[in-house]
T-cell receptor, first 112, second 112 residues
Framework: EDKVVQSPLSLVVHEGDTVTLNCSYEVTNFRSLLWYKQEKKAPTFLFMLTSSGIEKKSGRLSSILDKKELFSILNITATQTGDSAVYLCAVPTTSGTYKYIFGTGTRLKVLA | NAGVTQTPKFQVLKTGQSMTLQCAQDMNHEYMSWYRQDPGMGLRLIHYSVGAGITDQGEVPNGYNVSRSTTEDFPLRLLSAAPSQTSVYFC???????????FGEGSRLTVL
């Protein structure tokens, strides 16, 4: 059965800390892995990873994929209170018509 | 840019009532989908569509009906609402291929 598991479930840090969020997956016909940030409303897209070992970076956020070990990490450096959110990982599965499997998310709270 | 538009944003129903959640996108996306989000469960796929006239079931389709008569619209119908359908519903779309999903703002449904 295809699955996506995120860890930790929740995390509380102080401003300026660096955090690492994990996403492991087991899916058939892997094509890509996506990271989203969800604050109060709709998830907003952060990164899509398709190639192993190539880091995607946007400001203080970066992500990398390991297709051999079947996981991805999302790093946030110098955290700010505005980084407080739920971070979701998603993997499309099933060739042809794609279904996306989402992890349950990591809830990050950054304290001032 | 409108993107993905969902209506209504909030709805309260009584058990047994029916209703339709509307979803429209103006990006000419072939793929559209409906998710529900419950605490601790992440986003779960209800139904999806890969084009006008083509729909398929996701992970949790029971109690929901969909149709896709146009590329732009993908309504989700609750046939006879149950308290277990209390949730936040998200519509999402993307272009063909396993790429980024664009989400609507969500619809919070409460069934009493």
């Amino acid at each position: 059965e295809d699955k996506v598991v995120q860890s930790p479930l929740s995390l509380v840090v102080h401003e300026g800390d660096t955090v690492t969020l994990n996403c492991s997956y087991e899916v058939t016909n892997f094509r890509s892995l996506l990271w989203y940030k969800q604050e109060k409303k709709a998830p907003t897209f952060l990164f899509m990873l398709t190639s192993s070992g190539i880091e995607k970076k946007s400001g203080r956020l970066s992500s990398i994929l390991d297709k051999k070990e079947l996981f991805s990490i999302l790093n946030i450096t110098a955290t700010q209170t505005g980084d407080s959110a739920v971070y979701l990982c998603a993997v499309p599965t099933t060739s042809g018509t794609y279904k996306y499997i989402f992890g349950t998310g990591t809830r990050l709270k950054v304290l001032a | 840019n409108a993107g993905v538009t969902q209506t209504p944003k909030f709805q309260v129903l009584k058990t047994g009532q029916s209703m339709t959640l509307q979803c429209a996108q103006d990006m000419n996306h072939e793929y559209m989908s409906w998710y529900r989000q419950d605490p601790g469960m992440g986003l779960r796929l209800i139904h999806y569509s890969v084009g006008a006239g083509i729909t398929d079931q996701g992970e949790v389709p029971n109690g929901y009906n969909v149709s896709r008569s146009t590329t732009e619209d993908f309504p989700l119908r609750l046939l006879s609402a149950a308290p277990s359908q209390t949730s936040v519903y998200f519509c999402a779309s993307r272009v063909a291929g396993a790429g980024e999903l664009f989400f609507g703002e969500g619809s919070r449904l409460t069934v009493l």
